[in-house]
């Protein structure tokens, strides 16, 4: 028995079926109930989100004999247009029919009635990839429809669609599917084709796929394979490349320790299992990216990991100060894009991560002045004032802010209450350091 991937075994055949897309879904079933739909529609969204998928049910609902508005899936009708062979739906590929011939060979084909259905229904894919000539074409035909004539555009770049053409169209923009309703749906489907599947791995291949039921599918395909009618994560992790969560805690760990040993030793393990460079680096990000959102009030449950992880996200976060966490976060997004580019990225992985445990730590504005403050034996509530002549021992007015006169030559000016001007100068230390250690040699 040949074996069918599960995403084309899965497909959703009819609106009730489709899911992640409530409110396309429901304008569309309205439509076709109130008897008002669209001469020509424009789906737009990322891949793997249904676009093509709902194009043919909407296709099924114009033409199936037996249930007009909400396809039977039965009829010959219904079963051709699900296996792209039917005489009346044609399904275009933008890419490879993007010339102006192709185009003038669709405007004749719209001229003739459909032969077995009330309507010909034209499904243009990856429409942006259309010459300037096709659009107009294109253009020309939605201007002056035949009445038996619709139109089905699907894009994953609108931008690259002349507004006149959108503005023809009516438009719906598919989202990313919620690793929330990816993780139902495969584990729904799961249940149904009898394979055992841990909670972690519906977790992990559920946030993998980025939105795409797709591409969760064509992952689940590949896991199956695999680990056969028992799913445990780590097989789902050893599949994907995936880097266990305990090792990008061990990388935060080690930076925040300062502990570049560790730090390398992490990295390398990373290499070991063959991790690509890039993935790396991104994935060290995102986690960053986890610890900064675990930081603030209930942040922690918008990380899309399960209830034990998150609560380690927050616990590692408060280790942390906020602005370390933004600055890291900007490196590593430098440091992605470079890594991208050249062939030895794990050199540059371990030099750009060993500086960040080199960074100095962000010092609060409040306690450079406390510091400041004590040093000179005044009371730590002193706050500085910008009144333009101070007078001798005036005391800090907080508001309301008046204008500057003049800009501080330098930074210590700002943190230094103006009373102390008159004194003789000392050394001030510490000066606030807002960029990590050896930024000058930042570039090769
Ligand atoms: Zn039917």
Redesign the pocket.
């Known amino acids: 028995m040949s074996y069918t991937v599960l995403s084309l075994k899965w497909r959703p055949r009819s609106f009730a079926e489709m899911v992640g897309q409530d409110a396309i879904t429901r304008t569309l079933r309205n439509a076709f109930q109130q008897n008002r739909v669209a001469q020509a529609y424009l789906f737009t969204g990322p891949r793997g989100v249904g676009k093509t998928t709902t194009a043919r049910i909407v296709a099924?609902a114009l033409?199936?004999?037996?249930?007009p508005g909400n396809?039977?899936?039965?009829?010959?009708?219904?079963?051709e247009i699900d296996e792209s062979r039917n005489i009346d739906v044609l399904e275009i590929d933008g890419a490879s029919n993007r010339g102006i011939e192709e185009i003038r060979n669709l405007r004749e084909l719209i001229k003739y009635a459909p032969v077995n259905s009330p309507y010909k229904v034209f499904i243009i894919d990856e429409v942006h990839m259309f010459t300037g000539p096709a659009f107009n074409a294109l253009l020309r035909t939605l201007e002056e429809p035949p009445a038996h004539g619709k139109f089905i555009l699907a894009t994953t770049d609108v931008h690259k669609v002349p507004a006149t053409i959108i503005s023809r169209c009516q438009r719906f923009d598919f989202n990313r599917i919620a690793p929330a309703t990816i993780q139902d749906r495969i584990s729904a489907i799961l249940e149904a084709e009898h394979i055992k599947i841990d909670v972690p791995s519906l977790e992990l291949i559920s946030h993998k796929a980025d939105g795409s039921m797709r591409d969760a599918l064509s992952i689940l395909d590949q896991v199956i394979a695999y680990s056969g009618e028992a799913i445990h994560i780590e097989a789902t992790r050893e599949v994907l490349g995936i880097v266990p969560v305990d090792q990008y805690f061990a990388v935060s760990a080690a930076i925040r320790a300062k502990d570049g040993a560790a730090l390398v030793e992490q990295i390398r393990a990373a290499r070991r299992k063959g991790i690509s460079a890039e993935v790396f680096v991104q994935d060290i990000e995102t986690h960053f990216h986890h610890l900064l959102i675990a930081g603030f009030e209930g942040g922690a449950t918008l990380i899309d990991h399960g209830e034990e992880i998150q609560k380690r996200y927050e616990e590692e976060s408060r280790q942390w100060d906020r602005r370390d966490l933004l600055r890291i976060g900007q490196q590593l997004s430098e440091l992605r894009i470079r890594v991208g580019r050249i062939e030895s990225a794990y050199l540059l992985i371990e030099m750009w991560l060993l500086k960040l445990t080199e960074m100095d730590r962000s010092v609060a504005i409040e306690e450079l002045i406390q510091t400041l403050g004590g040093a000179r034996n005044r009371p730590p509530a002193v706050k500085p004032t910008q009144t333009p002549a101070p007078a001798p021992r005036q005391e800090p007015t907080p508001s309301p802010r008046k204008p500057q006169p003049k800009k501080p030559k330098e930074a210590g000016d700002l943190f230094t209450p103006p009373s102390a001007a008159p004194e003789t100068p000392t050394v001030q230390e510490p000066t606030p350091t807002r960029e990590p250690a050896g930024d000058s040699d930042r570039k090769p």
Request: charged share 25%; aromatic share 0%.
């Open positions: 099924k033409n199936c004999p037996e249930s396809p039977c899936n039965e009829c010959s009708t219904c079963r």
